[in-house]
């Protein structure tokens, strides 16, 4: 799954993969300053978490779609939970 970021310091988006495509250093990769100050361990393993969760997240929704075609899932309802559950308010301007 293709997970948007943007950092907290230049506003500037990335891909979350970006983060790990490397080696998570803890820095933003577009002004490279620090994203998780003193964290970059956890953070890191917290990243991969989220994006291993996305994965599964998208293989279990195209396998019930598949298993159970008249069962449809409110991706809206969905998207706005996931938002609170990351701090984020759902807008419409920002789609990273």
Request: aromatic share 4%; with cysteine; proline share 5%.
């Given at each position: 799954?293709?997970?948007?970021?943007?950092?907290?310091?230049c506003?500037?988006?990335?891909?979350?993969?970006?983060?790990?495509?490397?080696?998570?250093?803890?820095?933003?990769?577009?002004?490279?300053?620090?994203?998780?100050?003193?964290?970059?361990?956890v953070?890191?393993?917290?990243?991969?978490?989220?994006?291993?969760?996305?994965?599964?997240?998208?293989?279990?929704a195209?396998?019930l779609?598949?298993?159970?075609?008249?069962?449809h899932?409110?991706?809206?309802?969905?998207?706005?939970?996931?938002?609170?559950?990351?701090?984020?308010?759902?807008t419409?301007?920002?789609?990273?």
């Amino acid at each position: 799954m293709d997970i948007g970021a943007w950092c907290g310091h230049c506003g500037e988006s990335f891909r979350l993969e970006e983060l790990t495509a490397a080696g998570y250093t803890g820095r933003c990769p577009r002004c490279g300053r620090d994203l998780s100050p003193g964290y970059a361990p956890v953070a890191s393993a917290a990243v991969h978490e989220v994006a291993a969760a996305a994965t599964a997240l998208e293989v279990a929704a195209r396998r019930l779609h598949d298993v159970a075609p008249r069962l449809h899932l409110d991706g809206r309802k969905l998207c706005a939970d996931l938002a609170d559950a990351i701090g984020e308010p759902v807008t419409e301007g920002r789609s990273s």
